[in-house]
């Protein structure tokens, strides 16, 4: 039962154009999201995140969208960056603070084009 | 300020050994969580430790079992190994009276034979 999916498992925008990567989620008990960003050899590092009382949050480049009624949240990264490649993960949880049993998806891997 | 750290970063075990995992949290953190990474997979949840208890467990066999010390460090043991435990596993913490930013460490590459 995948209760986060990232339907698109990779992605190649232009650079300096918008990347728009997309996740759903079915547990309507999730309170909190949030976007993670792993390179090779790397652990998950933290980007930005959405508690379900906003419907966007945003952190220069980065802005996370949340629809709580289609049940889906979306990154948006403008202008992308070559540096921005890597896998994004979309996770999720029931809890806002001491949030630790995080549900993530399966990943997307963003590749931008020079 | 110190990251999360995890030890060993890679080794290689026959199927049916044991292999034990640490992880340090990041400074100021005393909440404990492991994940498991399996190739092209997001991560899964194995469970948390919080004042040296198991707080929550995902759905992962008996044969995965934790600890948390006094320093709030941990270890992740995982018995009789077969090949499908081979992932990344990772560790996370966070301040668990107000963190809501889950840390990650680079995780300890584990390979089954």
């Known amino acids: 039962d995948q209760q986060v999916k990232q339907n698109s498992p990779s992605l190649s925008v232009q650079e300096g154009r918008i990347s728009i990567l997309n996740c759903d989620y079915t547990?309507?008990?999730?309170?909190?999201f949030l976007w993670y960003k792993k390179y090779p050899a790397e652990g998950p590092t933290f980007l930005i995140s959405?508690?379900?009382?906003?419907d966007k949050n945003e952190d220069g480049r980065f802005t996370v969208f949340l629809n709580k009624s289609a049940k889906h949240l979306s990154l948006h990264i403008v202008p992308s960056q070559p540096g921005d490649s890597a896998v994004y993960f979309c996770?999720?949880?029931?809890?806002?603070?001491?949030?630790?049993?995080?549900?993530f998806g399966q990943g997307t891997r963003l590749t931008i084009n020079p | 300020d110190a990251g999360v750290t995890q030890s060993p970063t890679h080794l290689i075990k026959t199927r049916g050994q044991q292999v034990t995992l640490r992880c340090s949290p990041k400074s100021g953190h005393d909440t404990v969580s492991w994940y498991q990474q399996a190739l092209g997979q997001g991560p899964q949840f194995i469970f948390q430790y919080y004042e040296e208890e198991e707080r929550q467990r995902g759905n992962f066999p008996d044969r995965f079992s934790g600890h948390q010390f006094p320093n709030y460090s941990s270890e992740l043991n995982v018995n009789a190994l077969l090949l499908g435990d081979s992932a990344l596993y990772l560790c996370?913490?966070?301040?668990?009276?107000?963190?809501?930013?889950?840390?990650f460490g680079e995780g300890s590459w584990l390979t089954v034979v």
């Open positions: 996370a913490s966070i301040l668990q009276s107000s963190g809501n930013t889950i840390y």
């Open positions: 996770a999720a949880s029931p809890y806002l603070q001491g949030a630790q049993k995080l549900v």
């Open positions: 959405i508690s379900s009382i906003k």
């Open positions: 547990n309507s008990m999730f309170d909190y």
